[in-house]
């Protein structure tokens, strides 16, 4: 299995423009999890999606972030307008089911100049 | 906030067992312990969980005091590539939200 594909790998914007990750989750998988990680902050969870469905995105920082599951094969996180402040590391995981044992992908490292 | 208490930093000699501590003691019943490590540049990876019962793995052992309330994970010969940022989390089975804390820096010397 080829795992959670992450793209692009490094992404350089500058502020205002919009962003687009992309993440495709293991086969089979029907959890998708979107995490941020930044060294002031750490880990954080953004948003988690159970059978396409967004089930809690409380993590979402602000209206600015938005993100898709349109299948069980891709999903999306974009923000726009892209803010320094996010510049980050945001990882996709997929699972099973729920949060029992998560497969993360290798990352988009996100610098907004 | 994280559940749990971990070293900020370790070291560990290659070849040696690397013996990871984690504090838990407001865990509840129903709350499983997991580990996850971080290499470099990489994303998360699991590697263990347990409720009451030691477990085993290819990867690791993990230990679970007879209480709870703290757990031990062990890498029984660590080599340069076990590296990495060990975090150990506690939450409830598939449901819970798993919240990374700041983890343990192990460093392997060789």
């Known amino acids: 299995d080829a795992g959670v594909i992450q793209s692009p790998r490094h992404e350089v914007t500058e502020m205002g423009q919009e962003v687009t990750l992309r993440c495709k989750p293991i086969?089979?998988?029907?959890?998708l999890f979107w995490y941020r990680q930044t060294m002031m902050r750490g880990l954080e969870l953004l948003i988690y999606?159970?059978?396409?469905?967004?089930?809690?995105d409380s993590g979402m920082p602000e209206d600015r972030f938005s993100a898709k599951m349109p299948n069980a094969s891709f999903s999306t996180l974009k923000i726009q307008p892209s803010e320094p402040r996010d510049s980050a590391v945001y990882f996709c995981?997929?699972?099973?089911?729920?949060?029992?044992?998560?497969?993360f992908g290798s990352g988009t490292q996100l610098s907004v100049l | 906030d994280a559940k749990t208490t971990q070293p900020t930093s370790m070291d560990c000699a290659e070849g040696r067992a690397a013996n990871l501590p984690c504090n838990h003691s407001?865990?509840?019943?129903?709350?499983?312990v997991y580990w996850y490590r971080q290499i470099h540049s990489q994303g998360p990876q699991y590697i263990i969980h347990?409720?009451?019962n030691n477990e085993t793995n290819e990867m690791a052992s993990l230990i679970i005091t007879e209480d709870r309330k703290s757990s031990t994970l062990i890498l029984p010969h660590a080599t340069l590539r076990d590296t990495a940022v060990y975090y150990c989390?506690?939450?409830?089975?598939?449901?819970?939200?798993?919240?990374f804390g700041k983890g343990t820096r192990l460093h392997i010397l060789p």
């Open positions: 995981a997929s699972s099973l089911s729920g949060f029992e044992k998560l497969f």
């Open positions: 086969s089979g998988h029907n959890s």
């Open positions: 347990g409720l009451k």
């Open positions: 999606f159970n059978n396409n469905v967004p089930i809690d």
């Open positions: 407001t865990i509840s019943g129903n709350e499983y």
């Open positions: 989390i506690v939450m409830g089975y598939r449901d819970d939200k798993i919240i």
